[in-house]
């Protein structure tokens, strides 16, 4: 009963216009408004210096008064003191101001309530852009903007413009305060501020572009909520500034926080889309947290709710959490991220030292994109269900820090470049029934990182798997790899800003093109190391020998916007575990290549324009990926490539596979394999067929089939016991009516 007559108090009192007579005055300095005054000031230009801060217009101890000041315009000259000053008054009504500028305040409130301020513009008043802003002062310490409200209770703020000065509105114990429809926008400090200020609404303002232009914008941001509680913010825009959101609670309360931000356009962000620490109890709906450096920092936070939230291309992470607990992170759109998921335990702050990392809940996300989809350091008694993980470049899940999982299961991995889980901790990590595409558990143990491939690390009980589709392998790479039958992503090193994604910044391009049907466009304003990746299409698996390939050709075309232009250049050629050959070359090839078509080539043995390295032990028999490094140093690029081919390639042979007219025995996968390995061959026509396996010697070891078959793709799964073949060379050979071909592969135990 007392919040619902608190409410309609708060209704009635906002709704209130005095019904007295109106008055047409001029404004005059120190004019003080006696209660229940309803005047429309006189239009013209006024100035109006407050150096004593006592306020032009004075309103104290009084109420029911409305003040028009359409087609008035107020200008204070010295950025001091106030247009208008209110204290301990009530149901006040500011509305219509042309322009009130160059105050410290334009409109400053304490002690009040039931102050309604619509339609005025407020802007150009006080401004800074130099210098740490300290986000914990009270109102004693304000900067200075468009209206500042202390103590002050039941207000209604809409339909007004406030910009270009340090704070749009800055509400310092407050509560009940409804802000709407304003454009508080480009400010320098904070669009609105709120400081031990509860039960607000805060809904479709403006709020984007609030940066100080010469000093590091984290100390400044869209919404800033110090020690704010119950508050509700939805379908603000609080894009491109320097945080989108900016709420702390650290040591001063422990009430939980329990606002809740729904429908906020966040994205742009140069320190975070929305920043919370010490914080309890948020709840983070249906936001955009894109293109910013971190989407949502949540340091130390526990019990929030991350739902249903687009964070894609974050500078570092898309969610980072230090020390945080019972946080639940579902539904969320998670993509083309450095890293998707960060969570750690980083030293202790004081006061927080036995808050540690653990009890999370992360389901049904879709990740996509990611360098590394979930990174987990020293947390523990988490629960990963129902994500889908898809085209992850480094892992899917990484664990580090004797990091336990309790749950992992009834998630969908698919097709990563490096490895789905990769335990890196000494823990066991439990990791039954999800679904791996492709299916062939050979390869999905190959993809699982833990104690097989180093002892002293925990082991990853992934088996057994939901069913998942077959696998399906490109074992030749096509002669133009750029043309619409691939796939593209571009990476971002970990540590470094976005990845972007195939459809949006790397697309096809059908008009600007050197051979074939197409090339492959990058667009990046952020230029930082981004890696151009290469797959098949069609969720197929590239499993390519090239020990007969001696080069690698491509045409190359930019666009660098500063004049040193690109700063890197690498290509790499890697396998499925880490291991790669890095092929560095001067970046003047790129910045020759701007605004023309140049094309390279290089020996995959490396020369003296490309260098070769190595990290770990590659081989080019078991090669996957190739990609395409480039860095501008953050300064952005435009880059194309065409003709993207391994010589000798034989484009004959691939037209004649399609038109099925001439069979194939492909390098089985993988090789060298351990317990089982996949054969495929293609048959132009039915007819009898005999896949047979040989030893070194020639000596029959197994027949695999001796059936007939139809025209098409076959693959079939070779398992040997452990002493039906022993470590060493083996030759498997196919048999047609058409001919017979042989190949060579490796069991190794």
């Not at 990484?398 to 299961?409: A, N, R």
Request: aromatic share 14%.
């Amino acid at each position: 009963m007392v919040k619902r007559l608190l409410i309609f108090s708060i209704i009635i009192g906002i709704a209130i216009v005095p019904a007295f007579s109106q008055m047409h005055i001029p404004i005059t300095d120190n004019m003080q408004i006696q209660s229940n005054s309803n005047i429309k000031f006189i239009p013209d230009a006024y100035v109006f210096p407050d150096a004593p801060a006592d306020g032009v217009i004075q309103i104290t101890g009084k109420h029911n008064i409305v003040l028009d000041g359409d087609s008035c315009t107020v200008d204070g000259t010295g950025y001091q003191g106030y247009m208008i000053k209110i204290d301990n008054s009530y149901n006040i009504v500011i509305k219509n101001f042309d322009s009130v500028f160059r105050y410290k305040y334009a409109v400053y409130i304490t002690n009040s309530s039931h102050i309604n301020i619509n339609g005025n513009v407020f802007s150009t008043n006080k401004v800074d852009s130099a210098g740490w802003i300290d986000v914990w002062a009270n109102y004693n310490q304000a900067l200075g903007g468009g209206v500042m409200m202390y103590q002050t209770r039941a207000c209604h703020i809409f339909n007004n413009i406030m910009t270009m000065q340090n704070d749009g509105v800055a509400l310092y114990h407050c509560d009940s305060v409804e802000i709407n429809d304003n454009d508080f926008s480009w400010n320098t400090s904070f669009g609105i501020r709120m400081f031990w200020t509860d039960t607000c609404h805060i809904f479709q303002n403006n709020c984007s572009h609030i940066n100080r232009p010469y000093t590091d914008p984290s100390d400044c941001a869209a919404l800033l909520m110090i020690i704010s509680n119950a508050n509700n913010v939805e379908n603000n825009d609080l894009s491109y500034s320097g945080d989108g959101v900016f709420l702390g609670q650290y040591q001063h309360s422990d009430i939980p926080n329990n606002n809740c931000f729904y429908n906020n356009e966040c994205s742009y962000s140069p320190h975070n889309a929305i920043e919370a620490t010490f914080a309890d109890g948020n709840v983070y709906k249906k936001n955009n947290c894109n293109f910013s450096h971190y989407g949502l920092w949540l340091g130390y936070s526990f019990n929030s709710v991350v739902d249903s939230n687009e964070i894609i291309g974050n500078y570092q992470s898309g969610i980072a959490i230090d020390r945080g607990f019972s946080n639940y992170i579902g539904h969320n759109d998670i993509n083309e991220n450095p890293i998707g998921i960060e969570l750690w335990e980083g030293s202790p702050i004081s006061g927080y030292a036995n808050q540690y990392s653990k009890d999370y809940d992360i389901h049904d996300n879709t990740f996509e994109g990611n360098t590394l989809a979930i990174s987990a350091s020293k947390t523990e008694h988490s629960h990963l269900t129902g994500n889908a993980f898809d085209y992850s470049w480094n892992s899917s899940i990484y664990l580090d820090g004797l990091s336990t999982m309790d749950t992992i299961t009834g998630n969908t991995f698919r097709l990563p470049t490096g490895y789905h889980i990769k335990n890196n901790s000494a823990n066991d990590i439990y990791a039954v029934e999800n679904m791996f595409n492709p299916g062939d558990t050979g390869l999905i143990a190959q993809k699982i990182w833990d104690k097989h491939d180093n002892p002293v690390k925990g082991e990853v009980i992934w088996f057994p798997p939901v069913d998942g589709p077959p696998a399906v392998y490109q074992f030749d790479p096509p002669c133009d790899m750029s043309d619409p039958n691939s796939i593209w992503y571009a990476y971002p090193e970990v540590g470094y800003p976005p990845a972007v994604k195939f459809g949006d910044s790397v697309y096809f391009d059908y008009e600007d093109k050197r051979t074939g049907a197409a090339s492959i466009k990058l667009v990046t304003s952020r230029g930082w190391d981004l890696a151009l990746n290469y797959r098949p299409s069609g969720d197929s698996l590239s499993y390519w020998a090239l020990t007969e390939t001696d080069t690698l050709y491509f045409w190359v075309k930019t666009i660098k916007f500063i004049p040193n232009g690109f700063q890197y250049f690498s290509i790499r050629i890697g396998d499925l575990k880490g291991n790669y050959y890095k092929y560095s070359a001067s970046p003047s090839l790129l910045n020759n290549a701007h605004l023309v078509w140049k094309r390279y080539q290089f020996p995959l043995s490396g020369n003296s324009t490309f260098i070769r390295s190595n990290t770990g032990p590659m081989s080019l028999e078991n090669t996957n990926y190739v990609e395409i490094h480039a860095d501008t140093w953050d300064y952005g690029f435009t880059l194309w490539v065409d003709g993207l081919q391994f010589h000798p390639c034989d484009p004959v042979t691939s037209v004649l596979l399609q038109n099925g007219n001439t069979q194939d025995l492909l390098q089985n996968f993988p090789n060298p394999f351990t317990d089982q390995t996949v054969i495929s061959y293609y048959l132009p026509r039915a007819g009898r067929v005999i896949l047979k396996v040989y030893d070194q010697w020639g000596i029959e070891i197994k027949t695999l089939n001796d059936n007939w078959l139809q025209p098409g793709s076959h693959h079939i799964t070779y398992s040997p016991g452990f002493d039906e073949t022993a470590t060493g060379i083996y030759f498997y050979t196919l048999t047609t009516p058409e001919s017979t071909v042989t190949r060579k592969m490796i069991r190794i135990k």
